[in-house]
């Protein structure tokens, strides 16, 4: 098999990693307390994003994303920088989690009062899931998605709910 090995002499401070993510492209992006790297193999370009940030992910259209318990940014290409990416409603009070793929190369948000889901024409996060049956207060960090189905931390319990039928279990 073939192994790479990166370590502080290609730029890797391996005891500050944060998280991990590959884009579509194939480069690996590193989070850090206070910063961000791309690395390629060769090149290693670093951004400092205004922080702290708790989420590093890509999606299947080459994205790469940010999140905070404040704010979501956008890795930018011809700023070589990420950008804020704004919510379609604002409230002061939410905390943003998650950004996830559904689906369709659908991109979503899960914040602690709604999920979004991202609209790369008006370069924004709309609110959808008006309906769902789970009252506001999500704990971000209790959640996952698999394919239709999303499974949601709330208070004491999980729930199942499934995005297409919209049934709750």
């Known amino acids: 098999y073939p192994l790479l090995v990166f370590d502080i002499s290609c730029g890797f401070r391996p005891v500050y990693i944060e998280r991990l993510t590959e884009d579509k492209q194939g480069f690996l992006w590193v989070l850090y307390p206070r910063s961000v790297q791309r690395v390629d193999g060769r090149e290693t370009i670093t951004c400092k994003p205004a922080g702290p940030f708790e989420g590093l992910t890509s999606d299947d259209a080459g994205r790469v994303w940010l999140a ?68 506001p207060n999500y704990i971000t960090r209790s959640f996952t998605s698999c394919l239709h189905t999303l499974f949601i931390g709330h208070g004491p319990y999980i729930y199942q709910y499934n995005t297409q039928s919209g049934i709750l279990d």
């Open 68 to 135: 905070s318990q404040e704010h979501v940014c956008l890795f930018d290409q011809h700023r070589q920088d990420f950008v804020a990416i704004p919510l379609e409603t604002l409230d002061s009070t939410r905390r943003i989690g998650s950004v996830f793929e559904m689906p369709g190369g659908r991109t979503w948000l899960i914040t602690s009062n709604a999920f979004f889901e991202y609209d790369a024409r008006r370069k924004i996060f709309k609110h959808i899931l008006k309906d769902l049956p789970i009252p």
